[in-house]
Antibody
Framework: QVQLVQSGAEVKKPGASVKVSCKASGYTFTSYDINWVRQATGQGLEWMGWMNPDSGNTGYAQKFQGRVTMTRNTSISTAYMELSSLRSEDTAVYYC???????????WGQGTLVTVSS | SYELTQPPSVSVSPGQTASITCSGDKLGDEYACWYQQKSGQSPVLVIYQDRKRPSGIPERFSGSNSGNTATLTISGTQAMDEADYYCQAWDSSTAVFGGGTKLTVL
């Protein structure tokens, strides 16, 4: 079955960077975009950006431009999201989700809790 | 920036029909999607391209989108449908989510 499995929880200090991985299985990794979405506790969903695993092309939400980098390793069907200059407001669950043009995000990974605290 | 507006909460009795709206400027010109998120779980796609259901999603979930409003309708609502629901659309290569609606099945 199609599945996205993310890396485990992280605790980071303000100013540091975090890199979350998302391993795909059950489909051809390079055939679908990977999107990243985050959710602070008790809050709604916030889209961060997308990456085309085939070309490596990316598109980032304006809010995260300059702080986020999305990459991939096609040999192991894994996508990565790195967020730098972390601040307390970045504390959230980060999700990866497979996307296809006009077809929504499906499925989603299990989420990775990133806690930013001094 | 583009915004999608949802009511914060909707209540429905078991067996009745629940309707959750999502409003945005000329939303009907774009495809809308809907996600269900139960407490402590990852979101699940329940409607895409305005009205299509992914495999495994019950027929009681349906969608529409016209003008400035997309609507998710749950017919014969069950207790298991209690969750947060989010609409989503694309605007100039940017994905936008609504603020979410908490559906309570009383």
């Amino acid at each position: 079955q199609v599945q996205l499995v993310q890396s485990g929880a992280e605790v980071k200090k303000p100013g540091a960077s975090v890199k979350v991985s998302c391993k795909a299985s059950g489909y051809t990794f390079t055939s679908y975009d990977i999107n990243w979405v985050r959710q602070a506790t008790g809050q709604g969903l916030e889209w961060m950006g997308w990456m085309n695993p085939d070309s490596g092309n990316t598109g980032y939400a304006q809010k995260f431009q300059g702080r986020v980098t999305m990459t991939r390793n096609t040999s192991i069907s894994t996508a990565y999201m790195e967020l730098s200059s972390l601040r307390s407001e970045d504390t959230a669950v980060y999700y990866c989700a497979r996307g296809a043009s006009g077809s929504g995000f499906d499925p989603w990974g299990q989420g990775t809790l990133v806690t930013v605290s001094s | 920036s583009y915004e999608l507006t949802q009511p914060p909460s909707v209540s429905v009795s078991p067996g009745q029909t629940a309707s959750i709206t999502c409003s945005g400027d000329k939303l009907g010109d774009e495809y809308a999607c809907w996600y269900q998120q139960k407490s402590g779980q990852s979101p699940v796609l329940v409607i895409y391209q305005d009205r299509k259901r992914p495999s495994g999603i019950p027929e009681r979930f349906s969608g529409s989108n016209s003008g400035n409003t997309a609507t998710l309708t749950i017919s014969g609502t069950q207790a298991m449908d209690e969750a947060d629901y989010y609409c989503q659309a694309w605007d100039s290569s940017t994905a936008v989510f609504g603020g979410g609606t908490k559906l309570t099945v009383l």
